[in-house]
Every structure is written in structure tokens, then in C-alpha cells.
């Protein structure tokens, strides 16, 4: 009864702070303006300062900008945040840079002006892409597509208990949504400790896996003139260019999407994508990488008087072939955007949050036992003196992963960077609004922005002008909807 009151109350003030944003009607679309440049953002950075652009060669000052003249006093920017669970248009926008960078490189390799053969004609070199996955750290609780989680060992339907007394078997046939996918069958059994040193030292994982496809790649090369190949010579004649996207699976462990494509070196022009030689082809890079997988190793610190520990990748590694053409490109390019917009939170539930939510606090769930038991295990290496120099406690909400969630190696593609500047400038040729701070003219003069600014707060002003946001960032997505298909003049 007093929940529907509260509700109600809250309706009200809410569509009462809807009536007074649309009240004054330009005020409004001074406002509507502001949520459209920051891309709908559903948590902004509310700005308060001035900005003044300064022409260097003459000293002038030409423009000044401060924020007390817009609506609120407070001018807002985007979070600019990639995560999907955080703020979905800022990912939207997220992804559709990382699609193209993940998609220019695909294509790269099919011929675009840097990569022909000097005869012009295209080449396309070998791509493959490639899963690595985390070795086991104990059995754990599967969906298998309508089939049995785990039978027992030797094939039996049932039986067996681990030492704490836990079946080692569970005849449930689990939905993928179920909770207690990835939890361990017996939370003491589980190597906790093996898989939090495994997330934190993936990314040097990954790094050593680079020099090794390297080695493996002079190994497998054919002999050049009767001699073997050695590596620093095989580094002149080829070269891994990668872009990898991190994953959480369900069990709390990263794995590695990984888009590898070998190129061809040319010692005059060292950024140029040239083709492979002939004799390097996708089958060497398949070979080279799984070579590498199987023998690269990082030490672990010693911890619970484990000793000789080290990480590796497990036994499954998955590499496909990708044939360098457009639909691929698309393809290819949408599947890691849409790992790179992920977080360990959209995989694993109940991790305590790396800062705090926007606007209204959700509701505390509970927390899986395996997950609570992860985060101890986090927080109790952490206070290790071996395993300081990982910096786990920073690193809790992340179950020990430190590294990028996306990465990719120099030569790959377009940078994330080189789009931004494309669609600054494109905001600056298209530009329309006066009230624009950071519009500059385009005429060749030296100018500065000499800003002043303080952030003033994050998030909407309240919610209904949230509200008002979120409609207008359904209305622009559905206009946009309609000229993709034409419905439009
Ligand atoms: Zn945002
Ligand atoms: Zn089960
Ligand atoms: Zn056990």
C-alpha cells in the first residue's frame, strides 16, 4: 500500500519535472541540443566553466563561451563510457567505432591501395580468428543445450563426492540463463586463487604468445636457401598484425577473441600492409598460432605453497579461417564489437561495482557463493606480499583482470583516435549551432581554446529530464532507422 503511494508521488514529480523542462520553449531546445551533442548519453558530465579560442598569430580573442548562459548554468558532455550495462548509446557508439576498426583490418588485407603486389593485383592475407581459452580450474556447472550438466566419472549417471563431502556429478539440465551456470560443482575444490592469477596474468600471456607465434613461425617457415629461417630473419619477412577483444565467461576466467592476420614486411615502408610471401599462408598461421598456445607460459607468484605455478592457455583453442571480403569484414567486425561492449558484470553477477551506479541505486542482489568466494580470493591476494606487484586490489570488480578490454597491434587498422579526429572534423564542417563551445573555424589560423571548466555534476538534473532524454534518443534512433531504409526524403 505505501510502495503504490511512493510510486505515485514519484510519478508526479517526475512528469512535473518533464512540464518545467518543456516550459520554456527555448530554454528547452538550448537543452535538447545539449542531449543530442552529447549523443543521448544516459549519464552526463555536467560542465560548468568558460572557453575562450584565442587566434595565436593575432592574439585576438575571437570567441568566448561560458556555460551560465545555457540551461541549468551546466553544459553536457558525453560519459563516453563503452560499457553496455552503463550507458547504452555511449556503447552504441562504442561499438560502431570498434566495428569499423575491427572491420578495416579485415579488408586491409583484400586490397584498399596499401597492400597490392606492386602488380596490381589484390592480395589477401592470411586471417584467422582465433579463441584462447583458460585451462580448467575444477568442474563447474554447464549448460549443454538441453543435455545432462555433468555425469559422473567412468560415465556413471551418479556417485562420487568430492573430500567436502559434494557431488562431483549434477544430473540438472541447465538453462544458459541459470545463475549456477559456471558456479563450481564444489566452491572449496575449485582452484579460486589459479583462476584469479590466470585473469591477471593473461595480458603477459598474451604478450609472450606475440614472440612465440614468431619462433613458431621460423620454425615452420621453409628453408631459404638451404638454411633454416631463424627468428630475427623471419621478423623481416613477416609480421602478426592482431586486434584481440577480452571476454568473461560465465565461470569468472578471461578468454582472448583474437582477429590475427599475417603480413608481408617492406623494409622501405615499415607501416605499409604488404602481402605475405607466397609460401606464408593461412594454414602456417594456423599452425604457428597453436604451436605458440601449446608452449607459451608466465610464472605465477607462489601462493598457498603452490609451487612452480604457471598460467597457460587450455587445451581449447579454437582458430577459423576468415576469407578477406566485405560480408566477412561485417561480420567479423560486429562479432568482436559486440564482446568489446561487454563487461565481466554482463557475464558474472553479484561483483561489487568498480564505481558507483548513476542516479538511483539498484537493487542489492544477492551474490552467488562463487562469486562472493572470488572476491575474497581477489582481496586475499591481494594482501599478499608475492602477488603486490599485480596490484590486485584494484582490481576486485574485475576478478583480477588488468588489462584492455580491447587492444589491437600498431599496423592493424584505423585507430580509435584517427576516428575521433574524423568525426571531429566532420562536426566542424557540418557545423550549425553558435552555441557549439567547441566549434573552431576551419580556415588554417592557429587557435587555442584556453578552458576553464569544473565538473559539476554527473548524470541528468533529475529524472524526468532523464526521461526526456531517453525519448529523444528513441525518436533520433528511429529517424535514423527510417533513412537507412529510405522511408525518408
Ligand atoms: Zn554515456
Ligand atoms: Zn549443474
Ligand atoms: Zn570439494
Known amino acids: 500500500m505505501r510502495t503504490t503511494l511512493q510510486t505515485h508521488v514519484r510519478t508526479q514529480t517526475v512528469l512535473g519535472q518533464m512540464i518545467t523542462r518543456v516550459a520554456d520553449e527555448d530554454a528547452y531546445r538550448r537543452w535538447a541540443g545539449q542531449v543530442e551533442r552529447a549523443g543521448h548519453c544516459v549519464r552526463p558530465i555536467q560542465l560548468a566553466g568558460s572557453a575562450t579560442t584565442v587566434n595565436t598569430q593575432t592574439g585576438e580573442v575571437e570567441a568566448a563561451y561560458s556555460s551560465s548562459g545555457e540551461p541549468g548554468g551546466v553544459l553536457l558532455v558525453a560519459c563516453k563510457d ?9 556503447a552504441s557508439r562504442y561499438r560502431a567505432d570498434a566495428w569499423h576498426v575491427f572491420a578495416a583490418g579485415v579488408t586491409v588485407a583484400n586490397g584498399d591501395g ?7 593485383a589484390r592480395v589477401a592475407n592470411p586471417l584467422v580468428l582465433a579463441t584462447f581459452t583458460a585451462p580448467s580450474f575444477g568442474r563447474v556447472h554447464a549448460a549443454r543445450d538441453g543435455g545432462v550438466c555433468r555425469m559422473s566419472r567412468g560415465g556413471k549417471r551418479a556417485g562420487g563426492v568430492c573430500e567436502h563431502g559434494r557431488p562431483l556429478w549434477c544430473l540438472a539440465r541447465h538453462d544458459a540463463r541459470d545463475g549456477l551456470v559456471g558456479a563450481p560443482l564444489c566452491v572449496d575444490c575449485a582452484d579460486l ?12 600471456l598474451w604478450r609472450r604468445t606475440v614472440i612465440y607465434v614468431y619462433r613458431a613461425l621460423a620454425a615452420l617457415a621453409p628453408a631459404v636457401g638451404g638454411r ?5 630473419q623471419i621478423r623481416e619477412l613477416l609480421r602478426l598484425s592482431y586486434v584481440k577483444v577480452a571476454e568473461f565467461q560465465k565461470r569468472g576466467v578471461v578468454h582472448l577473441h583474437v582477429l590475427a592476420r599475417l603480413d608481408g614486411v617492406n623494409p622501405d615502408d615499415p607501416d605499409a600492409v604488404t602481402a605475405a610471401p607466397a609460401w606464408a599462408g593461412v594454414e602456417l598461421l594456423t599452425a604457428a598460432l597453436q604451436r605458440a598456445a601449446a608452449r607459451v607460459s608466465v610464472e605465477l607468484p607462489v601462493v598457498d605453497g ?7 592457455w587450455g587445451r581449447q583453442l579454437d582458430i577459423r579461417p576468415v576469407q578477406a571480403d566485405e560480408v566477412n569484414a561485417a561480420r567479423v567486425g560486429g ?37 562472493a568466494a572470488l572476491t575474497d580470493t581477489v582481496r586475499r591476494l591481494a594482501r599478499l606480499a608475492t602477488c603486490r606487484s599485480l596490484r590486485l586490489g584494484r582490481h576486485v570488480h574485475t576478478l583480477g583482470f588488468r588489462g584492455h578490454v580491447t587492444s589491437k597491434s600498431r599496423r592493424y587498422s584505423t585507430t580509435f583516435t584517427a576516428l575521433r579526429q ?7 564542417a557540418n557545423r550549425t549551432r553558435e552555441h557549439d563551445p567547441w566549434a573552431q573555424q576551419d580556415d588554417g589560423a592557429e587557435r587555442v581554446i584556453v578552458g576553464d571548466w569544473r565538473i559539476a555534476g554527473v548524470g541528468y538534473r533529475n529524472l524526468g529530464d532523464r526521461v526526456w532524454a531517453e525519448v529523444l534518443g528513441r525518436e533520433h534512433r528511429q529517424a535514423r532507422e527510417a533513412q537507412r531504409l529510405g522511408l525518408t526524403a
Open 82 to 90: 563503452r560499457r553496455e550495462s552503463v550507458c547504452p548509446p555511449c
Open 114 to 120: 596499401h597492400s597490392h603486389d606492386g602488380h596490381g
Open 193 to 204: 586463487a589459479g583462476m584469479v592469477l590466470f585473469n591477471a596474468s593473461v595480458g603477459e
Open 228 to 232: 633454416p629461417v631463424g627468428v630475427r
Open 306 to 312: 603452490r609451487t612452480a605455478a604457471v598460467a597457460r
Open 335 to 371: 562479432y568482436l564489437a559486440k564482446y568489446a561492449t561487454k563487461t565481466v558484470s554482463d557475464s558474472v553477477s553479484g561483483l561489487p561495482a568498480s564505481r558507483p551506479p548513476a542516479g538511483e541505486a539498484g537493487e542489492i542482489g544477492t551474490v552467488p557463493e562463487h562469486v
Open 422 to 428: 574524423a568525426r571531429r572534423a566532420w562536426r566542424l
